[in-house]
């Protein structure tokens, strides 16, 4: 049995806005996140996970921000690309797991919601789908609330 792991890790600043976009889901916060596409900080890493487990690089080799026609798209496009590419492969998602990082908001209330639209996006059912959330103790940048980052962990097993 072929099984490949891939991990994710991204970073977005907070910037204007009233809400954050997090694995999909709007979150009401009193700032935005600052990015090229949407800056969906969860769905950023749970990408980069996937194209990790294949040995493919990162978003940025796929969508690169240096282009104008992913000034903000909404990340569903590469995280559905980045499944894609794996079932072309040969790969289905065994699980996914990402941890999201920031004192605020709270990812809590909103995260059985981030579970089923990743899961809608990515085919795959939701009890294997974890989002959660954690702070960095007032640490670093996430501590003084500049910016979230997320990690992601993904499971491909071949088809």
Not at 55 to 69: K, L, R, V, Y
Not at 107 to 129: F, K, L, N, Q, Y
Request: aromatic share 6%; charged share 20%; with cysteine.
């Amino acid at each position: 049995m072929d099984i490949r792991l891939g991990n994710g890790f991204d970073v977005h600043a907070f910037g204007p806005g009233d809400a954050v976009v997090l694995c999909g889901v709007r979150v009401p916060h009193e700032a935005g996140l600052s990015g090229h596409s949407d800056a969906d900080v969860a769905m950023h890493a749970v990408t980069d996970a996937i194209y990790g487990a294949l040995a493919e690089g990162d978003i940025g080799t796929h969508f690169p921000p240096s282009d104008p026609q992913w000034k903000g798209a909404e990340s569903h496009i590469f995280l559905r690309h980045a499944v894609d590419l794996a079932a072309s492969r040969g790969f289905g998602i065994s699980n996914l797991d990402v941890t999201i990082i920031c004192e605020a908001p709270k990812v809590g209330p909103h995260a059985t919601a981030m579970r089923e639209a990743m899961a809608g996006i990515t085919g795959v059912p939701s009890d294997r789908v974890s989002v959660k959330a954690t702070t960095s103790e007032r640490l670093g940048f996430t501590g003084r609330r500049e910016g979230i980052a997320a990690l992601a962990t993904c499971a491909l097993v071949a088809s």
